[in-house]
Protein backbone atom coordinates (compact mmCIF):
# COMPACT_ATOMS: atom_id res chain seq x y z
CA UNK A 1 0.00 0.00 0.00
CA UNK A 2 1.78 3.10 -1.12
CA UNK A 3 1.46 6.59 0.32
CA UNK A 4 2.05 9.42 -1.27
CA UNK A 5 3.22 13.06 0.52
CA UNK A 6 3.95 15.56 -1.92
CA UNK A 7 0.20 17.21 -1.38
CA UNK A 8 -0.98 14.91 1.71
CA UNK A 9 -4.28 17.55 1.63
CA UNK A 10 -5.43 16.83 -2.19
CA UNK A 11 -4.44 12.96 -1.54
CA UNK A 12 -1.88 10.49 0.21
CA UNK A 13 -2.51 7.78 -2.40
CA UNK A 14 -1.16 7.57 -5.75
CA UNK A 15 -2.83 7.81 -8.93
CA UNK A 16 -3.35 3.79 -9.54
CA UNK A 17 -4.75 3.43 -6.16
CA UNK A 18 -6.98 6.41 -6.62
CA UNK A 19 -8.03 4.65 -10.04
CA UNK A 20 -8.30 1.21 -8.09
CA UNK A 21 -10.83 2.97 -5.69
CA UNK A 22 -13.17 4.63 -7.78
CA UNK A 23 -13.66 1.71 -9.87
CA UNK A 24 -14.62 -0.40 -6.07
CA UNK A 25 -16.97 2.49 -5.57
CA UNK A 26 -18.42 2.74 -8.54
CA UNK A 27 -18.31 -1.05 -8.90
CA UNK A 28 -20.32 -1.52 -5.28
CA UNK A 29 -24.32 -1.20 -5.57
CA UNK A 30 -23.92 -0.57 -1.63
CA UNK A 31 -27.50 -1.99 -1.37
CA UNK A 32 -29.06 0.34 -4.10
CA UNK A 33 -27.84 2.87 -1.65
CA UNK A 34 -25.55 5.68 -3.56
CA UNK A 35 -22.62 7.14 -1.67
CA UNK A 36 -21.25 10.83 -3.43
CA UNK A 37 -17.79 12.03 -3.04
CA UNK A 38 -18.64 15.71 -1.82
CA UNK A 39 -16.21 17.46 0.39
CA UNK A 40 -16.91 18.39 4.03
CA UNK A 41 -18.67 21.52 4.46
CA UNK A 42 -16.38 24.45 5.53
CA UNK A 43 -18.41 26.08 7.85
CA UNK A 44 -19.00 22.43 9.66
CA UNK A 45 -14.83 21.99 9.41
CA UNK A 46 -14.78 26.14 10.69
CA UNK A 47 -17.23 24.87 13.80
CA UNK A 48 -15.30 21.64 14.20
CA UNK A 49 -11.91 23.97 14.74
CA UNK A 50 -13.78 26.27 17.15
CA UNK A 51 -15.03 23.88 18.99
CA UNK A 52 -11.85 22.38 19.81
CA UNK A 53 -9.72 25.50 20.72
CA UNK A 54 -12.73 26.82 22.82
CA UNK A 55 -13.03 23.63 24.69
CA UNK A 56 -8.86 23.81 25.36
CA UNK A 57 -8.97 27.41 26.18
CA UNK A 58 -12.16 26.76 28.58
CA UNK A 59 -10.40 23.92 30.34
CA UNK A 60 -6.86 25.11 30.56
CA UNK A 61 -5.33 24.17 33.67
CA UNK A 62 -4.70 27.52 35.08
CA UNK A 63 -8.50 28.25 34.58
CA UNK A 64 -9.76 25.06 36.28
CA UNK A 65 -8.02 24.99 39.16
CA UNK A 66 -9.56 24.58 42.15
CA UNK A 67 -9.65 27.52 45.05
CA UNK A 68 -6.49 27.12 47.76
CA UNK A 69 -6.77 28.10 51.05
CA UNK A 70 -4.05 31.02 50.96
CA UNK A 71 -6.91 32.59 49.12
CA UNK A 72 -9.31 33.47 51.81
CA UNK A 73 -6.67 33.74 54.63
CA UNK A 74 -7.91 37.60 54.55
CA UNK A 75 -11.21 36.98 54.35
CA UNK A 76 -11.29 35.14 57.26
CA UNK A 77 -8.85 37.44 59.19
CA UNK A 78 -11.84 40.26 59.33
CA UNK A 79 -14.66 37.23 59.96
CA UNK A 80 -14.26 38.69 63.07
CA UNK A 81 -14.06 42.55 62.22
CA UNK A 82 -16.00 44.76 64.91
CA UNK A 83 -17.06 46.34 61.38
CA UNK A 84 -19.66 43.72 60.49
CA UNK A 85 -20.82 42.79 63.91
CA UNK A 86 -24.67 43.26 63.26
CA UNK A 87 -24.33 42.92 59.77
CA UNK A 88 -26.16 40.21 57.96
CA UNK A 89 -23.92 37.58 56.14
CA UNK A 90 -24.43 39.19 52.91
CA UNK A 91 -23.59 42.51 54.32
CA UNK A 92 -20.62 41.10 55.94
CA UNK A 93 -19.61 39.09 53.15
CA UNK A 94 -19.83 42.22 51.04
CA UNK A 95 -17.84 44.33 52.91
CA UNK A 96 -15.07 41.44 53.70
CA UNK A 97 -14.89 41.19 49.99
CA UNK A 98 -14.90 44.95 49.33
CA UNK A 99 -11.99 45.43 52.04
CA UNK A 100 -9.85 42.70 50.64
CA UNK A 101 -10.52 43.96 46.82
CA UNK A 102 -9.10 47.54 48.16
CA UNK A 103 -6.35 47.07 49.98
CA UNK A 104 -4.73 45.43 46.42
CA UNK A 105 -4.82 41.75 47.58
CA UNK A 106 -2.52 39.89 45.10
CA UNK A 107 -5.03 36.88 45.37
CA UNK A 108 -7.52 39.33 43.94
CA UNK A 109 -8.17 37.76 40.47
CA UNK A 110 -8.21 34.10 42.08
CA UNK A 111 -10.78 35.46 44.66
CA UNK A 112 -13.29 37.12 42.14
CA UNK A 113 -12.98 33.49 40.52
CA UNK A 114 -13.83 31.41 43.20
CA UNK A 115 -16.37 33.37 45.00
CA UNK A 116 -18.34 32.26 48.02
CA UNK A 117 -20.50 33.20 51.26
CA UNK A 118 -20.18 33.43 54.94
CA UNK A 119 -21.48 29.87 55.56
CA UNK A 120 -18.36 28.88 53.15
CA UNK A 121 -15.80 30.83 55.10
CA UNK A 122 -17.30 29.58 58.54
CA UNK A 123 -16.77 25.88 56.98
CA UNK A 124 -12.85 26.21 56.63
CA UNK A 125 -12.01 28.80 59.48
CA UNK A 126 -11.20 26.56 62.02
CA UNK A 127 -9.06 24.55 59.25
CA UNK A 128 -7.27 27.71 58.00
CA UNK A 129 -6.52 28.54 61.70
CA UNK A 130 -5.34 25.10 62.56
CA UNK A 131 -2.72 25.02 59.28
CA UNK A 132 -1.47 28.80 59.98
CA UNK A 133 -0.63 27.73 63.65
CA UNK A 134 0.80 24.62 62.41
CA UNK A 135 3.30 27.08 60.33
CA UNK A 136 1.65 25.44 57.06
CA UNK A 137 2.02 27.43 53.24
CA UNK A 138 -1.61 27.69 52.65
CA UNK A 139 -1.15 27.48 49.00
CA UNK A 140 -1.00 24.04 49.59
CA UNK A 141 -4.09 22.99 50.41
CA UNK A 142 -7.20 23.10 47.93
CA UNK A 143 -10.36 23.97 49.59
CA UNK A 144 -13.43 20.87 49.18
CA UNK A 145 -16.79 21.97 50.45
CA UNK A 146 -15.88 22.23 54.29
CA UNK A 147 -12.62 20.01 54.19
CA UNK A 148 -9.25 21.79 53.12
CA UNK A 149 -6.79 18.83 51.24
CA UNK A 150 -3.02 18.57 49.92
CA UNK A 151 -3.03 20.15 46.56
CA UNK A 152 -0.46 17.70 45.41
CA UNK A 153 -0.15 14.26 47.62
CA UNK A 154 3.17 13.55 45.17
CA UNK A 155 4.80 17.12 45.28
CA UNK A 156 7.91 18.37 44.13
CA UNK A 157 10.94 18.60 46.49
CA UNK A 158 12.68 22.26 46.56
CA UNK A 159 15.54 23.68 48.58
CA UNK A 160 14.63 24.70 52.26
CA UNK A 161 16.69 27.38 52.00
CA UNK A 162 18.70 25.31 55.32
CA UNK A 163 21.12 22.71 52.75
CA UNK A 164 18.50 20.27 52.56
CA UNK A 165 15.20 20.00 50.83
CA UNK A 166 11.34 20.34 51.62
CA UNK A 167 8.21 18.87 49.34
CA UNK A 168 6.28 21.30 48.08
CA UNK A 169 2.89 20.25 47.51
CA UNK A 170 1.38 23.40 45.13
CA UNK A 171 -1.08 22.45 42.58
CA UNK A 172 0.54 22.07 39.83
CA UNK A 173 -0.09 24.91 36.87
CA UNK A 174 -0.24 21.89 33.89
CA UNK A 175 -2.15 19.09 34.51
CA UNK A 176 -1.38 15.56 33.44
CA UNK A 177 -4.78 14.83 31.99
CA UNK A 178 -4.13 18.01 29.53
CA UNK A 179 -1.21 16.14 28.04
CA UNK A 180 -3.15 13.47 27.77
CA UNK A 181 -6.54 15.18 25.54
CA UNK A 182 -4.03 16.89 23.82
CA UNK A 183 -2.56 13.87 22.32
CA UNK A 184 -5.48 11.99 21.76
CA UNK A 185 -7.58 15.13 19.69
CA UNK A 186 -3.95 15.28 17.39
CA UNK A 187 -4.64 11.47 16.95
CA UNK A 188 -8.03 11.80 16.19
CA UNK A 189 -7.58 14.63 13.28
CA UNK A 190 -4.72 13.39 12.16
CA UNK A 191 -6.90 9.68 11.66
CA UNK A 192 -9.87 11.76 9.83
CA UNK A 193 -7.64 13.63 7.74
CA UNK A 194 -5.65 10.13 6.63
CA UNK A 195 -9.21 8.36 6.39
CA UNK A 196 -10.46 11.39 3.95
CA UNK A 197 -7.42 11.52 1.71
CA UNK A 198 -7.04 8.00 1.02
CA UNK A 199 -10.24 8.51 -1.28
CA UNK A 200 -10.16 9.87 -4.39
CA UNK A 201 -10.25 14.04 -4.40
CA UNK A 202 -13.46 15.15 -3.68
CA UNK A 203 -13.07 17.11 -7.23
CA UNK A 204 -14.21 13.43 -8.42
CA UNK A 205 -18.16 12.11 -8.31
CA UNK A 206 -19.06 9.38 -8.72
CA UNK A 207 -21.70 8.35 -11.60
CA UNK A 208 -23.49 5.29 -10.12
CA UNK A 209 -24.29 3.79 -13.28
CA UNK A 210 -26.70 6.47 -14.09
CA UNK A 211 -28.51 7.07 -10.52
Same mark, same amino acid.
Given at each position: ???????????????????????V?????????????????????????????????????????R??????????????????????D?????? &???? %???S?? !?? #?? $?? +???? /???????? &???? %?????? !?G #?? $?? +???? /?????????F??????????????????????????????????????????????????????????
Amino acid at each position: MAWKFDNPLHTLCTDDQNEAAKKVWEGESLGGITEDNNRLPQPILGLLVLTIITAFLITFPLWGQRPNAQIYEEYIALMDSPAIKGKSDVEAMDY &IVST %VKASGS !QW #AA $LQ +ERHP /LEMDDLRL &IKDA %VIELQR !QG #AD $LR +EYTV /LGDRLVLANFEGNWIPDGKGGERRQRLQPWWDKGYTIDIFFIVIFCVACVIVVKRLPDYGWEPTHHGH
